[in-house]
């Protein structure tokens, strides 16, 4: 039996978008293992899909089939810490769960590579894919066929707040309410600020980062999708985080904070309940730099 253990992710990062991910340190676990049948079950009381449209096992089928091979069957035992459909890559946790563990079962036949592509086609976007595999932060490029990319390890200690609401939104969603076309002026708007989030944070010049969240491109159109989201970023500001972003496609809203800031979430949890968000989960989180772990 092999096990698994795979982080979330926290994707485009205000401005970076589809470009940019890191990896977080909350885990879903997989045990996986050859069989003759589809046998899927939930460790956890996370319904999850017990038969062949499960994205784990559909994603290992389609390393098989890259390489030849007919996956018969699959016995996968699901730990699923990550919310769904919140933003925070649950789908490519089960996309890069069901590719790795597959490559192991095959013997290793693809390298990091070829899983980082495929995961991208799978998923459709690399930047909640490849840190999910690779953990630390993660820069790519999807050309359509291959990912160009770069992980990074991140040496800091600075606190991820997630601000997780108890309904969900859809990717599909979050993306067809976005601007088929933007102005030159709005690319260079962002492109300037998704340059400055990663070297800002690469090298500690955190008081760059709010000002390198800001963009054009997706979080204006967003937030009409997230009821009372402008009050969840100014609650944030106000308890001191250096920046705030809608993670992914939302609608988790991500603040991010220094590692001195030590009562952050527990200030973040109290001002929420105040103004009658009590619906939304407060889940501190420092980064994930190793990615898709065997345990
Ligand atoms: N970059 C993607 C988006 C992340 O914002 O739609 C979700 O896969």
């Not at 293992?33 to 559909?58: F, G, K, Q, R």
């Not at 563990?101 to 592509?117: E, K, Q, R, S, Y």
């Not at 992914?248 to 030590?262: H, K, L, Q, V, Y």
Request: glycine share 8%.
């Amino acid at each position: 039996m092999i096990k698994l253990q795979i982080p979330a992710t926290s994707a485009n990062l205000g401005a970076g978008f589809d470009a940019l991910g890191l990896a977080l340190q909350l885990y879903n676990d997989v045990e996986m293992e050859e069989c003759d049948t589809v046998a899927i079950t939930s460790a956890d009381d996370t319904p999850v899909p017990a038969d062949e449209s499960n994205l784990i096992y559909t994603s290992a089928k389609d390393l098989y089939q890259v390489c030849g091979k007919t996956l018969k069957g699959l016995r996968l035992v699901q730990t699923n810490r990550i919310p769904m459909t919140r933003g925070l890559g649950s789908s490519s946790a089960c996309v890069v769960a069901g590719l790795v563990g597959a490559n192991m079962l095959l013997g290793d036949p693809l390298d990091t590579d070829d899983l980082v592509d495929l995961a991208a086609q799978i998923e459709g976007h690399p930047d909640n894919t490849a840190p999910a595999l690779l953990g630390g932060i993660v820069t790519a490029v999807f050309d359509g066929r291959r990912v160009h990319w770069v992980k990074q390890e991140v040496y800091t200690k600075l606190r991820f707040a997630a601000m997780i609401p108890d309904f969900e939104l859809k990717t599909e969603r979050a993306r067809a309410c976005l601007p088929t076309e933007v102005s030159h002026k709005d690319a260079v708007y962002n492109l300037s600020r998704a340059a400055l989030f990663s070297a800002s944070l690469l090298t500690g010049k955190f008081e760059n980062l709010r000002t390198a969240v800001h963009d054009k491109l997706h979080q204006p159109y967003r937030m009409a999708l997230i009821p009372r989201a402008r009050e969840v970023f100014d609650i944030a500001y106000a308890h001191g985080a250096y920046a705030v972003y809608i993670s992914g496609a939302g609608p988790t809203i991500m603040a991010i904070a220094d590692e001195d800031n030590a009562y952050f979430a527990g200030k973040l949890r109290f001002s929420l309940d105040n103004a009658g968000l009590k619906g939304w989960q407060v889940l501190e989180m420092k980064i994930d730099n190793t990615g898709c772990t065997l345990l």
